[in-house]
C-alpha cells in the first residue's frame, strides 16, 4: 500500500495536538447506556488496580448508592472529604475542587460527570471541575449515561419520554483519551432492577415502569454502542493520518447552522453537532442580527443558544442583516461551507401566501452547490412562524400613537383642504405619511398605515363619500393603486432604514475595533496603552472597567486605576485570578463562576496570559453575543500589544547590554595596554634604585624598603593588568588554548613561583600522588587558572592562614582533579551564587576578576571549576578531563 507524507498543515496540527496535550492530565471515561449498568464500580475495579501498582489514587466524589458491592471496593482506598453548601437553609455535600488541586494526586475518581454543583460552588456543572482537574495535569476517571450527551438530549427525550436537565457537551467526550463502555442487555439491566440492586424497591417499581423499559434500554444500548462505534472511528482515523498512510477520502466538508432566539434552535445545534461529528467537519454557528429589537428574553434565548453552540465545539459568527438568507450565502461562500442546516417553515397557508417566498426557497434557489438540509420542528414544541415573528415585531406603544396621530392629522388637512382642493390630493397625504411613518415604526404599522390610508380616502373623499362603497371604475383602480404604492414605498424606505440601522451598527463596532487598535498602538509605553485601551473599552460597553495586570509572582494580580465604581472586592479579585490562571473566561454570562458581578475574559497571546479585562454591567444588562466578541478581539489585540511593548523594551535593554559590552572591551584593552609599559618602567627603576642605592646604613635600609613596597605595588599593578588583558581575550573569544601533555606537578610549581612574593605568611601544602598521571591542557593556562586560585586564598585570608594544594584521579568519571583550599573565615551564602562573576569581588582586597579567569581558562579546556562544600575555609576543585587508555609519549 502507498505511503503518503504527510501535509504542512497535517503536520501543524499534530503540533498543536501534542502540544494541547502537554502537561495535562487524562481523561478515562466509563460509559454506559443507563444506570445500574455497573460504571461505578467498573471505575473502582480500575483505580484499585491502578492503586495496587504505586499510583497515587484520590476518591475525589463515589456515589455508592446503597450498594454493599461497591462500597466495599472503596476501602482502603484514600477518599477526599466532601466539602458542605449551605444554599436556602438546606446543607449541601458537594466535591471539593480546591482541595484536590491542593492535594493534587496521580488520579482522582469523579462520579456522574453531569452532575450540577450547587449555586456558591466555583463552577456550574461538575464536567467544568473535572476540565480544571486535567488542566493541572490530574488524570480522571469518571462516570457518564448516553442520555446525559448534548446532541443526545432530544433522541433520549423522544425514546423515553423523559426531559434530560443534566447535560454535558460532547466535546468531554471526543477529547476523551480512553472511554470503557460498560455495557448489560437490557434483560440484565431489568434483572438488576428487580434485584433492587439498581434503585430502592419503591423507586424500582416506578423505573420499571417509565425509564427503564425494554424497549427504551434497547433503544438507549444502541445509542451507547453507536456513539462508542463513533469515538473508536475517529481514533482510527487519528492514527491513519499519524502514521502517514492514507486508506480513506480526504473529507473537505464544512457546516454551517443558522441559530435564532427560537427554543428550536437548540434542537438545530444538537442535530447539526452530531451530523459534524459523523463525517469529522468543522461547523459554524451564525446568527443574524437584524434591525428588530427582540425583547429580553428573545436575547437571552439567542445567547443561551450561541453559548451552547459555542460549548459544543462550533465557530460562532453574529452577521448584522436584514436579509437573512442573503447573510447565511455570504458567510457561507467566505468560509467554504458545503451545508447549511435551517429549520423548516411552519407557516399558516395565509401567510405563507403572503410571503411568497420563505428562507428556505431563497436558500434553496440561490445556494448554488451547497446542500441545504431543512430540519422539521418536533410536533409539541412547533409553533406557526407567524406567531413567533408577531411576538418577535410587536411594536410599542409610542409607535402606535405615533401611527394614529400621523393619519390623524393628514385626515384632518384633508378635510380642511379638500375644498380648495381636488379629491386626489388627500392621496398624496396619506402617501407622504406613510413613507414618513416608515423610517419610525415597525414594518407591520407601514402595513396597517397604507391599509387605514387607502380607507380613509375611500371612506371620506371618493363619492359616494361615508361609504365604502366606489361609483367609478377608475376610482376603484385608483384606490387599489395608491394602496400597492403606498406599501411599496414604505416597505422600501423600512427596508433601507434597516439597512442603514444595520450598517450603522457594523461601522460603530468596525470604528471601535480601529480606534482601539489605533490608540494601543500609538501609545509610547504600557501605562498610556492601558490606559487608552481602558478609556476606549468603557466607551464601548458604558459599564465600569477594570484591568487586572500580573506583578511579581504569576499567581498574583492587582486592580489597577480604573474607570467607574468597579467593586474590586476580594470575590471579584478571585474570579479574575483564576481566569488568569486558566485563561478562560468567567464570571458573570458565562458557567464558570456565574455569581460574580462581573465579566472576566484573559488577555491571551501564544501560551501566556498577560493579565484580564474586567467589565462589570448594570444588574439588568445583558452582555451580547457580539459585544462578546468585539471584547474578544480587543483583548486579543490589547494581549499582542503588550508582548509587543515587552519585547521592545527587552530589545532595548540588550542593545544597551551589548553597547555596554562593547565600550567595556574596548575600555579594557585600552586600559590594559595603556597600563602595561609604564608598571615596567616603574618595577626596572626600583630594582635599579636598590643597587644603587648605598650612602649610610640606615638610609640604604630605609631606601630599601621603600623600593620593595614600590615593587610590591608594581607587580600588583601588572597583576591586575593582567588580568584585564586576560578577561578582554575571553570577551573578545580570542582566546585559543593549545593542549598538550602536562603534570599537575610542574603547573603547581610554576604557580607557587608566580605567586612567591604574595604567599608570604602563608604556608602551603603540597600533596600530589606519586603516581599522578599526566593529562592534555594548555600549560600556560592552567598555570595561571591555578595562580589565580593560590592569589585568591592568600588575599582573602588573614597571615599565617594555611592553603593546602591536593590531587586526584576518579578513573571511573574519566576525571583528574586538583584541589585548592585554605582554613580561612570562609565564603558568606549570598556570595556564592556570583562567585564566577566578574567585579564581584567578595572581601576587601580583591576587584573580583581572579576567579573569573580561571573559570574561563578551564572551561576553555572543557573542564570544570566549582566550590565543594566545606566546614571551614575555601575549598575550589578544577576537575579536566582524563582519559586512562590513552599512550603518554615518552621523551
Known amino acids: 500500500m502507498e505511503d503518503f507524507k504527510h501535509t504542512p498543515d497535517e503536520i501543524l496540527a499534530n503540533i498543536k495536538a501534542q502540544e494541547a496535550k502537554e502537561g495535562r492530565g487524562r481523561l478515562k471515561v466509563f460509559f454506559g447506556m443507563a444506570p445500574g449498568v455497573g460504571k461505578t464500580y467498573a471505575m473502582l475495579e480500575a483505580a484499585r488496580a491502578d492503586l495496587e501498582k504505586g499510583t497515587d489514587v484520590l476518591a475525589g466524589i463515589v456515589e455508592t448508592h446503597g450498594r454493599e458491592d461497591t462500597r466495599a471496593l472503596l476501602e482502603g482506598m484514600p477518599v477526599l472529604p466532601r ?87 460532547d466535546s468531554i467526550l471526543t477529547n476523551a483519551d480512553y472511554i470503557q ?20 424497591p419503591d423507586r424500582a417499581r416506578a423505573a420499571a415502569e417509565n425509564f427503564f423499559k425494554e424497549s427504551n434500554l434497547a433503544a438507549l444500548r444502541e445509542l451507547a454502542l453507536r456513539m462508542t462505534a463513533e469515538w473508536v472511528d475517529h481514533e482510527l482515523n487519528f492514527i491513519r493520518r499519524d502514521s502517514g498512510r492514507r486508506d480513506i477520502w480526504k473529507n473537505g466538508t464544512r457546516l454551517m447552522v443558522a441559530v435564532g432566539p427560537s427554543p428550536f434552535s437548540t434542537r438545530l445545534v444538537r442535530w447539526t453537532r452530531r451530523m459534524a461529528y459523523a463525517l469529522n467537519a468543522p461547523w459554524i454557528a451564525l446568527s443574524v442580527e437584524t434591525s428588530v429589537q427582540l425583547p429580553p428574553d428573545a436575547r437571552a434565548r439567542l445567547d443561551k443558544n450561541l453559548e451552547l453552540a459555542r460549548s459544543l465545539g462550533a465557530e460562532v459568527i453574529v452577521m448584522p442583516g436584514n436579509d437573512v438568507a442573503e447573510a447565511l450565502l455570504r458567510v457561507a461562500h467566505l468560509h467554504n461551507v458545503s451545508q447549511i442546516v435551517v429549520g423548516k417553515p411552519r407557516e399558516l397557508p395565509l401567510f405563507g401566501f403572503l410571503h411568497c417566498t420563505t428562507l428556505v426557497d431563497k436558500l434553496i434557489r440561490e445556494c448554488g452547490q451547497i446542500d441545504v438540509y431543512v ?46 382642493l381636488d379629491y386626489f390630493a388627500p392621496a398624496f397625504f396619506y402617501l407622504m405619511a406613510v413613507v414618513a411613518l416608515a423610517f419610525f415604526v415597525r414594518p407591520m404599522l407601514v402595513f396597517l398605515s397604507a391599509l387605514c390610508g387607502a380607507l380613509l380616502w375611500d371612506l371620506l373623499f371618493i363619492e359616494p363619500k361615508y361609504t365604502m362603497m366606489i361609483a367609478r371604475t377608475e376610482d376603484v383602480m385608483m384606490c387599489l393603486s395608491f394602496f400597492v404604492i403606498a406599501l411599496t414605498i414604505g416597505h422600501l424606505t423600512s427596508k433601507l432604514r434597516d439597512q442603514e440601522r444595520n450598517e450603522r451598527a457594523r461601522v460603530d463596532r468596525t470604528s471601535a475595533l480601529f480606534l482601539f487598535t489605533r490608540d494601543v498602538a500609538a501609545a509610547r509605553n504600557t501605562e498610556e496603552m492601558l490606559d487608552k485601551a481602558q478609556e476606549q473599552i468603557f466607551r464601548l460597553m458604558n459599564s465600569p472597567v477594570a484591568l487586572i495586570m500580573p506583578r511579581g509572582e504569576p499567581a498574583y494580580v492587582r486592580l489597577r486605576s480604573y474607570i467607574g465604581r468597579y467593586d474590586a472586592n476580594v470575590k471579584e479579585l478571585g474570579v479574575a485570578d483564576w481566569c488568569f490562571k486558566n485563561r478562560q473566561c468567567a464570571g458573570r454570562f458565562t458557567q464558570t463562576l456565574p455569581g460574580a458581578d462581573g465579566f472576566y475574559l484573559p488577555m491571551v497571546s501564544g501560551d501566556r496570559c498577560l493579565g484580564v479585562i474586567g467589565v462589570m454591567p448594570g444588574k439588568d444588562v445583558l452582555l451580547s453575543v457580539a459585544d462578546r466578541n468585539l471584547l474578544e478581539s480587543m483583548a486579543a489585540q490589547l494581549a499582542l500589544s503588550l508582548e509587543r511593548d515587552e519585547l521592545e523594551r527587552l530589545r532595548s535593554r540588550t542593545l544597551v547590554m551589548e553597547e555596554s559590552e ?47 613596597e614600590m615593587g610590591e605595588a608594581a607587580h600588583r599593578l601588572r597583576w591586575l593588568v593582567k588580568n584585564l588583558l586576560d578577561v578582554s581575550r575571553l570577551e573578545s573569544g580570542n582566546l585559543q588554548a593549545k593542549p ?64 593546602a594544594v591536593q590531587g586526584s584521579v576518579d578513573s571511573v ?45 578551564v572551561e576553555a579546556q572543557q573542564g570544570t571549576v566549582t566550590l565543594l562544600p566545606s566546614d571551614r575555609g575555601g575549598h575550589f576543585r578544577i576537575a579536566m578531563p582524563w582519559n586512562p587508555h590513552c599512550e603518554v609519549p615518552v621523551d
Open 181 to 200: 463502555l460498560v455495557d448489560l442487555t437490557p434483560a440484565q439491566l431489568l434483572t438488576r432492577l428487580k434485584e433492587g440492586k439498581v434503585y430502592m
Open 662 to 708: 562593547k565600550l567595556n572591551r574596548s575600555l579594557l584593552d585600552s586600559v590594559s595596554h595603556e597600563f602595561k609599559t609604564p608598571l615596567a618602567v616603574i618595577e626596572g627603576v626600583t630594582e635599579r634604585m636598590a643597587r644603587v642605592c648605598g650612602d649610610g646604613e640606615s638610609r640604604r635600609n630605609e631606601t630599601l624598603q621603600l623600593c620593595g
Open 813 to 857: 568519571a574519566g576525571k583528574i582533579y586538583l584541589d585548592v583550599c585554605d582554613e580561612g573565615p570562609g565564603i558568606a551564602e549570598e556570595m556564592k551564587a556570583h562567585l564566577f562573576e566578574r567585579f564581584r569581588s567578595t572581601r576587601t582586597g580583591g576587584c573580583g576578576l581572579g576567579l573569573p579567569i580561571v573559570k574561563g581558562f
Open 740 to 803: 598538550d601533555w602536562c603534570d599537575w606537578s610542574d603547573v603547581v610549581d610554576g604557580a607557587l613561583q608566580a605567586t612567591k612574593a604574595a604567599r608570604a605568611g602563608h604556608p602551603v601544602d603540597v600533596r600530589l600522588p606519586e603516581d599522578f598521571p599526566p593529562f592534555r591542557a594548555d600549560y600556560t593556562l592552567m598555570e595561571q587558572a591555578v595562580a589565580n586560585l593560590l592569589l585568591n586564598a592568600c588575599i582573602h585570608t588573614p597571615s599565617g592562614t594555611r592553603i
Open 375 to 420: 430540519v422539521p420542528a418536533e410536533e409539541a414544541s412547533a409553533q406557526p412562524a407567524w406567531r413567533t415573528s408577531r411576538r418577535s415585531s410587536v411594536a410599542s406603544g409610542r409607535e402606535w400613537a405615533a401611527m394614529l396621530a400621523t393619519m390623524g392629522g393628514v385626515t384632518l388637512l384633508g378635510l380642511l383642504l379638500v375644498p380648495m
Open 83 to 169: 466539602k458542605a453548601i449551605s444554599y436556602r437553609g438546606v446543607d449541601l455535600e458537594e466535591f471539593d475542587l480546591e482541595e484536590a488541586l491542593r492535594r493534587h494526586p496521580q488520579l482522582i475518581l469523579v462520579d456522574e460527570l453531569a452532575h450540577t454543583n450547587a449555586p456558591g460552588s466555583r463552577h456550574a456543572k461538575r464536567f467544568q471541575d473535572v476540565e480544571e482537574l486535567l488542566a493541572h495535569g490530574i488524570d480522571v476517571y469518571t462516570t457518564l449515561n448516553v442520555q446525559h450527551l448534548e446532541s443526545r438530549a432530544d433522541t433520549v427525550a423522544s425514546i423515553t419520554g423523559a426531559t434530560v436537565r443534566e447535560t454535558v457537551p
